[in-house]
């Protein structure tokens, strides 16, 4: 693919450095788009056969559009799927309902592609990048088939300004300048397609449209090619590939956290900054309000959601709550640092399954500008499932449950996409992938959660039984896994504390022999084990209750930073390895219930108030009267929490 390029003619009066702009480029001649026809219509699948295959050539992944003669003026997007000769088979993005043998399809000879450049941040997209502000301005609230808009907004001005000067050497990626957009320096790039070195003969400064040229380059066999704000990129091919090839760019090992201040996550079962997490659950579990969450708070820079054929309802509360939603990193809006791409349940299966490509491709545009990116696909199941349609149509060999056989690669390539990025200028960018699965019935032995367990390194698995007691985030300890926590020892060692993966360690090795001592007590009830084992059931249940639990309605516990989660792991982890001496049973539940009550009081209390001083005392106070062994509880103190 080549760049966006504009060759309309710069205005004489341009000048950079006292220069006259130098001739517009002779734009070439118009592309003629060959014709083929329908020869075969099964649902939104369409055969067509070429009129002149000697003349003409068919690409997989090729946007074409179909012309149906039943509806005139109709343009029917789709895309390619398979190629046979002169023949191919594309997906239609539309209803095909009119469809017949003989119409005419117009080949546009590129890939389907996004445009990528300022304008992106803050808006809400369909799964082909169509604005659905814009299209429901146009067209009102029910569209009608095959209508399109630009990604971006032709009429907006942006105040660009120039990196590189005349006669300098660039290259694919390399940044050329820069314009403010919303909260971030958005980077103008030369196309990521471009590999030799290219000659700066032409650049300009000042408030121009994403279409107008700002700059002009010429290879080293004399071609010239305008530049402007914008570039297209086919959504199916990893944007970094070529820049990877030539070593301009070079993928890094991730070796820090996403912090997304939930203290389950964070302490244990951590996300790689630039890794792959997996968020499967029945409905019901609290899927969306946890990815909210983590949207809201996580420690990045750009956060994009793909609301893949989710439920109407699910994805209008989506694109409601999410410019409501305040800020925590700049005050303003969440979308101002959001963008949302949207392909419900209602909508074609075809471009259901484009939206996670769309999203991808988005994502990787502004982890090359060096920016960290957080995107949350939910979910892939029903991506998967419009994958298992498709295949159904084009009647290929089904695979386990009807899938196809290539859905293990397909997943593994959507989350491989993922990493950790040195951009050509040195910067250091991330683009996290969280994906949620949604298993009939929450059965995780289904292929999707299985191939997708295979392709992530995070495993956060919802329990229906834990969203039933209220247990939130419903994300179960006890089969929940992170490969991450070895990887990032070395960023916990030298940030958090050199023993804390062995306390860690030693609280998940608690939890674990608490459940089995409560399968014990629901056989034989409390007096068929012993006081120790209750007692260890009972701290097990503590730290359950007041570390893994958090409120996401509470404006001070939805969100844990991590010097307030060390200081409450501490406290939490020293109460729950005491040697105790209680003289019955009743006695230890006595006072692990108080003791329970007390420190969810204190998460619910801001560092330094007055209710967390008195909640610090009254903790104390019941540490001294409980019979020990071994030495008491710090207290915790205000400077404990310093910074929370």
């Keep these: 693919m080549t760049a966006d390029v504009n060759f309309a003619e710069p205005s004489s009066t341009q000048t950079v450095a006292g220069e006259t702009a130098p001739r517009p480029v002779k734009a070439p001649m118009p592309f003629k788009a060959p014709m083929a026809t329908i020869a075969a219509v099964q649902e939104d699948i369409v055969r067509f056969r070429m009129t002149n295959s000697d003349e003409q050539r068919l690409v997989k992944n090729e946007v074409v559009y179909v012309l149906p003669r039943r509806q005139p003026g109709e343009r029917l997007k789709a895309e390619v799927l398979r190629v046979m000769g002169d023949h191919a088979d594309a997906q239609v993005f539309e209803s095909t309902d009119g469809v017949g043998l003989g119409d005419k399809v117009e080949q546009t000879g590129r890939l389907l592609s996004v445009n990528l450049g300022p304008g992106l941040l803050g808006q809400i997209f369909d799964g082909l990048q169509n604005p659905l502000a814009v299209l429901a301005q146009g067209h009102g609230t029910f569209l009608p088939r095959g209508v399109e ?19 300098g050497q660039v290259s694919g990626g390399d940044t050329i300048g820069t314009v403010p957009e919303k909260t971030i320096t958005h980077k103008i790039m030369v196309p990521f397609d471009v590999g030799s070195p290219m000659l700066v003969t032409w650049i300009r400064e000042g408030s121009v449209t994403v279409d107008e040229p700002i700059a002009r380059l010429r290879s080293s066999s004399g071609n010239e090619t305008e530049l402007t704000l914008a570039q297209q990129w086919p959504v199916r091919v990893a944007l970094p590939n070529r820049l990877l090839a030539r070593g301009a760019s070079v993928r890094l090992y991730p070796e820090a956290p996403l912090v997304t201040q939930q203290r389950l996550i964070d302490t244990f079962f951590p996300i790689a900054q630039g890794g792959t997490a997996c968020i499967p659950g029945p409905f019901g579990a609290g899927k969306t309000v946890l990815q909210n969450l983590i949207s809201r708070h996580a420690d990045v820079d750009v956060v994009i959601v793909v609301a893949c054929g ?295 209390a801001a560092a330094g108030s007055n209710d967390f001083q008195r909640i610090a005392k009254a903790i104390e106070e019941l540490d001294r009267s409980v019979p020990t062994v071994a030495a008491k509880t710090p207290a915790p103190s205000d400077g404990a929490t310093k910074g929370a």
């Design 149 to 167: 808009a630009p990604g971006l907004d032709a009429a907006a001005k942006w105040s660009f300004t120039s990196s590189v000067r005349i006669g």
């Design 310 to 604: 989710e439920r109407a309802g699910e994805v209008v509360e989506t694109i409601t709550e999410f410019p409501a939603l305040n800020d925590p990193r700049t005050g303003g809006s969440l979308m101002d640092r959001t963008v949302i791409i949207c392909n419900t349940s209602s909508m074609p299966v075809a471009a259901r399954e484009a939206s996670i490509y769309t999203g991808l491709t988005i994502g990787e545009y502004y982890r090359q500008m060096g920016l960290r990116v957080l995107l949350i696909a939910d979910s892939t199941s029903r991506w998967a499932q419009a994958m298992r349609e498709t295949s159904g149509r084009l009647e290929e060999i089904p695979g386990e449950e009807g899938f196809p056989a290539y859905l293990d690669s397909s997943i593994k390539g959507v989350y491989e996409r993922a990493g950790v990025v040195r951009t050509n200028d040195g910067k250091v960018g991330a683009l996290t992938m969280i994906g949620t699965v949604s298993p009939a019935g929450g059965n995780f032995e289904e292929p999707v959660t299985q191939s997708t367990l295979s392709a992530v390194k995070c495993f956060l698995g919802l329990s229906a039984e834990r969203a039933y007691k209220r247990f939130y985030p419903a994300v179960d300890p006890l089969v929940s896994w992170s490969r991450y926590r070895e990887q990032l020892a070395p960023w916990f060692r030298n940030k958090v504390g050199p023993g804390w993966n062995e306390q860690v360690d030693q609280m998940m090795e608690l939890l674990h022999r608490g459940d089995e001592i409560l399968q014990m007590m629901q056989v034989t009830g409390e007096d068929g084990v012993s006081l120790a084992d209750f007692v260890t059931q009972r701290a097990s249940l503590f730290l359950d209750m007041v570390f893994l639990q958090q409120d996401a309605f509470d404006d001070v516990d939805c969100a844990c930073k991590p010097e307030r989660q060390k200081s409450l792991f501490d406290l939490v982890y020293a109460a729950a390895t005491r040697s105790y001496a209680f003289k019955d049973k009743t006695a230890a539940r006595d006072y692990f219930t108080r003791l329970t009550g007390l420190y969810k009081n204190l998460n619910y």
